[in-house]
Every structure is written in structure tokens, then in C-alpha cells.
């Protein structure tokens, strides 16, 4: 397994950053089930997501953090899915970084 993590700073509060995650949760959920399966993902802690999902095959187990003024991703790559990582990386930078702000690191 390869480890990503992936920062995105943010400027809004925690609960309207949670918000967001929330929506676009609900969103990825009917748009992707198709193609990669069912995304599991349940909050932690008030500030913390565990992520769960399967793609071609490949088990994916993250969390995601609400710090104060980024959104931290950490995500375990299995396999194959580690030659990605440079693309997984930018793919969320992209999506968050959309969702919550700016996509500078």
C-alpha cells in the first residue's frame, strides 16, 4: 500500500466545510454507483470522515480532515493503483479544491 495525502486550504468555517462534504457525498454516491460501486463514509469525529470505496476491483480506505484552513486527505493506495498517485492526487485537488476554495497547496 501507498500512502497520498493531499492538502486543500479552505476559508470557511468547519461546519460549512462539513456541509459541503456532506452534499457532494450524497451527490458521488448517485452518480458514481455505477462505475465504482458503493462509497462507504461515516463521520468519525465532528471534524474527521472515514472514506471507503472500491474501484476496478481495488479497495480504497481514506479519512478526511477538517483542519482550520485546509482539508487534509489521507488515502491508502493498494496495488497498482500507487502508479496513479500523481494523477488521484490532482484529480481531488481538483474536486476539493472546487468544493471548499482554493486548489493552491
Known amino acids: 500500500m501507498k500512502s497520498l495525502e493531499v492538502r486543500v486550504p479552505h476559508g470557511l468555517s468547519p461546519e460549512e466545510v462539513r456541509r459541503r462534504l456532506d452534499t ?3 451527490h458521488a454516491q ?8 458503493p462509497i462507504e ?6 471534524d ?3 472514506v471507503r470505496l472500491a474501484v476496478m476491483g481495488m479497495s480504497f480506505d481514506g ?5 482550520v484552513e485546509e482539508v487534509l486527505v489521507s ?5 497498482m493503483a500507487g502508479l496513479f498517485a500523481g494523477r ?16 493552491e497547496a
Do not use: F, N
Not at 41 to 46: N, S, T, V
Open 75 to 79: 488515502l491508502e493506495l493498494p496495488g
Open 30 to 37: 448517485k452518480e458514481y454507483a455505477s462505475t465504482v460501486g
Open 41 to 46: 463514509a461515516e463521520w468519525e469525529e465532528q
Open 24 to 26: 457532494a457525498l450524497v
Open 63 to 67: 479519512r478526511i480532515e477538517i483542519l
Open 88 to 103: 488521484i492526487r490532482d484529480g481531488i485537488q481538483e474536486k476539493l479544491g472546487g468544493l471548499v476554495g482554493s486548489q
Open 48 to 50: 474527521r470522515m472515514r
